[in-house]
């Protein structure tokens, strides 16, 4: 029974040797994580619209101190305030700029797959395989 390890197997419990077992094992893995991969891409973008939501309000906030600051008559020292705001605000725009290089990098990956099993896919139903892969003869049922 050797070999019997690396084989896949078919929806009718038939193993399947060679470069249609490791196509098929690789498709079934691509299904598996394709539901987790488009749930964190959601969420990853929730998040970077909440950052620009954020962005937007510490403007808002540090353009609303600064002119509080200008109209007090009592000399109050909010710049301390105003620079607190900002640094957080170049926090946000930086931790938005990872989430979207995050994002195009798996958008990327993702299209990257999907060509993969549609050329593995057509590949597989013209019957060509590339060259230095064994040609497996049809199975024959038994």
Same mark, same amino acid.
């Given at each position: 029974?050797?070999?019997?390890?690396?084989?896949?197997?078919?929806?009718?419990?038939?193993?399947?040797?060679?470069?249609?077992?490791? =196509?098929?094992?690789?498709?079934? @893995? &691509?299904?598996?994580? !394709?539901?987790? %991969?488009?749930?964190?891409?959601?969420?990853?973008? #929730?998040?970077?619209?909440?950052?620009?939501?954020?962005?937007?309000?510490?403007?808002?906030?540090?353009?609303?101190?600064?002119?509080?600051?200008?109209?007090?008559?009592?000399?109050?020292?909010? =710049?301390?305030?105003?620079?607190? @705001? &900002?640094?957080?605000? !170049?926090?946000? %725009?930086?931790?938005?700029?990872?989430?979207?290089? #995050?994002?195009?990098?798996?958008?990327?990956?993702?299209?990257?797959?999907?060509?993969?099993?549609?050329?593995?896919?057509?590949?597989?139903?013209?019957?060509?395989?590339?060259?230095?892969?064994?040609?497996?003869?049809?199975?024959?049922?038994?």
């Amino acid at each position: 029974m050797a070999g019997a390890g690396s084989a896949a197997v078919s929806g009718a419990g038939t193993p399947v040797a060679g470069p249609a077992g490791r =196509d098929l094992f690789a498709e079934g @893995l &691509l299904e598996f994580l !394709r539901p987790a %991969v488009q749930q964190l891409d959601s969420h990853v973008h #929730a998040v970077r619209e909440s950052q620009v939501e954020l962005r937007e309000q510490i403007d808002n906030l540090a353009t609303e101190l600064c002119r509080i600051n200008e109209d007090q008559k009592v000399a109050l020292d909010l =710049d301390p305030y105003v620079k607190k @705001l &900002l640094n957080a605000r !170049r926090r946000v %725009v930086l931790v938005n700029n990872i989430l979207q290089n #995050a994002q195009e990098r798996l958008r990327r990956l993702n299209h990257s797959v999907a060509k993969e099993t549609a050329r593995r896919r057509a590949m597989l139903d013209s019957g060509v395989y590339p060259s230095g892969s064994p040609k497996m003869p049809p199975h024959k049922a038994e």
